[in-house]
Protein backbone atom coordinates (compact mmCIF):
# COMPACT_ATOMS: atom_id res chain seq x y z
CA UNK A 1 0.00 0.00 0.00
CA UNK A 2 1.39 3.32 -0.89
CA UNK A 3 1.95 5.77 2.14
CA UNK A 4 -1.27 8.38 1.99
CA UNK A 5 0.35 11.55 2.17
CA UNK A 6 -0.68 14.28 5.07
CA UNK A 7 -0.99 18.58 4.44
CA UNK A 8 -1.85 20.03 7.43
CA UNK A 9 -3.79 23.27 7.27
CA UNK A 10 -3.42 25.29 10.89
CA UNK A 11 -0.03 25.12 13.17
CA UNK A 12 -1.04 26.28 16.22
CA UNK A 13 -0.29 24.46 19.59
CA UNK A 14 -2.76 21.59 18.94
CA UNK A 15 -0.45 20.85 16.18
CA UNK A 16 2.02 19.92 18.21
CA UNK A 17 0.30 17.12 19.95
CA UNK A 18 -1.05 15.59 16.44
CA UNK A 19 2.63 15.85 14.48
CA UNK A 20 4.45 14.43 17.53
CA UNK A 21 2.07 11.35 17.54
CA UNK A 22 1.94 11.17 13.91
CA UNK A 23 5.91 11.09 12.88
CA UNK A 24 6.34 8.49 15.93
CA UNK A 25 3.20 5.86 15.32
CA UNK A 26 2.27 6.41 10.87
CA UNK A 27 5.52 6.48 9.44
CA UNK A 28 4.37 3.03 7.47
CA UNK A 29 0.99 4.12 6.47
CA UNK A 30 1.63 8.18 5.97
CA UNK A 31 3.98 10.62 5.17
CA UNK A 32 3.82 14.49 6.17
CA UNK A 33 3.96 16.20 2.92
CA UNK A 34 3.08 20.02 3.66
CA UNK A 35 2.28 21.97 7.04
CA UNK A 36 0.51 25.37 6.12
CA UNK A 37 -1.07 28.05 8.06
CA UNK A 38 -1.76 31.44 7.61
CA UNK A 39 1.03 32.69 9.61
CA UNK A 40 3.78 31.71 7.24
CA UNK A 41 6.64 31.20 10.25
CA UNK A 42 4.47 29.25 12.14
CA UNK A 43 3.97 26.56 9.31
CA UNK A 44 7.54 26.78 8.56
CA UNK A 45 8.56 26.17 12.47
CA UNK A 46 6.19 23.22 12.42
CA UNK A 47 7.42 21.62 8.90
CA UNK A 48 10.62 21.79 10.28
CA UNK A 49 10.31 20.52 13.57
CA UNK A 50 8.49 17.62 12.26
CA UNK A 51 9.61 16.34 9.37
CA UNK A 52 7.13 17.77 6.55
CA UNK A 53 8.76 18.23 3.10
CA UNK A 54 8.03 21.64 2.62
CA UNK A 55 5.85 24.41 4.93
CA UNK A 56 3.40 26.52 2.80
CA UNK A 57 0.13 28.41 2.43
CA UNK A 58 -2.87 26.45 2.95
CA UNK A 59 -4.47 27.06 -1.07
CA UNK A 60 -1.05 25.04 -2.16
CA UNK A 61 -1.65 22.31 0.32
CA UNK A 62 -5.60 22.45 -1.87
CA UNK A 63 -4.07 22.06 -5.32
CA UNK A 64 -1.05 19.79 -4.58
CA UNK A 65 -2.72 16.85 -6.64
CA UNK A 66 -0.45 14.87 -4.49
CA UNK A 67 -1.70 15.59 -0.87
CA UNK A 68 -4.29 12.90 -0.37
CA UNK A 69 -5.64 13.72 3.08
CA UNK A 70 -5.83 17.16 4.91
CA UNK A 71 -5.51 17.09 8.27
CA UNK A 72 -7.59 20.27 9.58
CA UNK A 73 -6.21 21.77 12.70
CA UNK A 74 -7.55 25.29 12.75
CA UNK A 75 -10.05 27.28 14.79
CA UNK A 76 -13.38 26.04 14.68
CA UNK A 77 -15.05 28.81 13.01
CA UNK A 78 -12.90 28.32 10.05
CA UNK A 79 -13.08 24.36 9.92
CA UNK A 80 -16.53 24.54 7.47
CA UNK A 81 -14.71 26.75 5.32
CA UNK A 82 -11.38 24.27 5.03
CA UNK A 83 -12.88 21.14 4.86
CA UNK A 84 -14.87 22.36 1.99
CA UNK A 85 -12.29 24.00 0.36
CA UNK A 86 -9.88 20.47 0.82
CA UNK A 87 -13.54 18.35 -0.35
CA UNK A 88 -13.37 20.44 -3.49
CA UNK A 89 -10.04 19.57 -4.67
CA UNK A 90 -10.87 16.19 -4.22
CA UNK A 91 -9.21 15.32 -0.58
CA UNK A 92 -10.04 13.47 2.23
CA UNK A 93 -10.49 15.43 5.43
CA UNK A 94 -9.72 14.95 9.45
CA UNK A 95 -10.56 17.51 11.56
CA UNK A 96 -9.52 17.74 14.88
CA UNK A 97 -12.42 19.54 15.82
CA UNK A 98 -16.30 19.52 15.24
CA UNK A 99 -16.76 19.80 11.43
CA UNK A 100 -18.06 22.73 11.37
CA UNK A 101 -19.56 25.26 14.01
CA UNK A 102 -23.03 24.76 13.28
CA UNK A 103 -25.40 22.07 12.09
CA UNK A 104 -25.64 23.64 8.53
CA UNK A 105 -21.65 23.74 8.50
CA UNK A 106 -21.47 20.35 8.79
CA UNK A 107 -24.26 19.15 6.50
CA UNK A 108 -22.74 20.97 3.79
CA UNK A 109 -19.65 19.20 4.52
CA UNK A 110 -20.80 15.72 4.72
CA UNK A 111 -22.71 16.41 1.43
CA UNK A 112 -19.98 17.68 -0.25
CA UNK A 113 -17.78 14.55 0.50
CA UNK A 114 -20.09 12.10 -0.60
CA UNK A 115 -20.39 14.03 -3.53
CA UNK A 116 -16.80 14.24 -4.27
CA UNK A 117 -16.27 10.54 -3.17
CA UNK A 118 -14.06 11.14 -0.62
CA UNK A 119 -13.54 10.64 3.12
CA UNK A 120 -14.45 12.58 6.11
CA UNK A 121 -13.34 12.02 9.95
CA UNK A 122 -13.63 14.04 12.96
CA UNK A 123 -12.37 13.34 16.63
CA UNK A 124 -12.19 16.04 19.26
CA UNK A 125 -8.71 15.90 21.12
CA UNK A 126 -10.87 17.17 24.11
CA UNK A 127 -13.64 14.84 24.23
CA UNK A 128 -11.27 11.69 23.62
CA UNK A 129 -8.31 12.82 24.97
CA UNK A 130 -6.86 11.46 28.24
CA UNK A 131 -8.24 14.03 30.27
CA UNK A 132 -11.58 13.08 29.84
CA UNK A 133 -10.84 9.43 29.59
CA UNK A 134 -9.60 9.18 32.78
CA UNK A 135 -12.62 10.66 34.11
CA UNK A 136 -14.85 8.30 32.42
CA UNK A 137 -12.57 5.27 33.87
CA UNK A 138 -12.73 6.94 37.33
CA UNK A 139 -16.78 7.37 37.17
CA UNK A 140 -16.89 3.54 35.66
CA UNK A 141 -14.98 2.19 38.10
CA UNK A 142 -16.69 3.61 41.41
CA UNK A 143 -14.62 6.31 42.47
Request: hydrophobic share 40%; proline share 3%.
Amino acid sequence: MKPFRIGVVGCGQISNQYLSTFTEHFGAVATLEACADLDSKTAKAAAEQHGANRACAPEEIYSDSSIDVVLNLTNPWAHTEVNLSAITAGKHVYAEKPLALERDGARKVLDAAKDAGVRVGCAPDTFLGAGIQTCIKLLDEGW
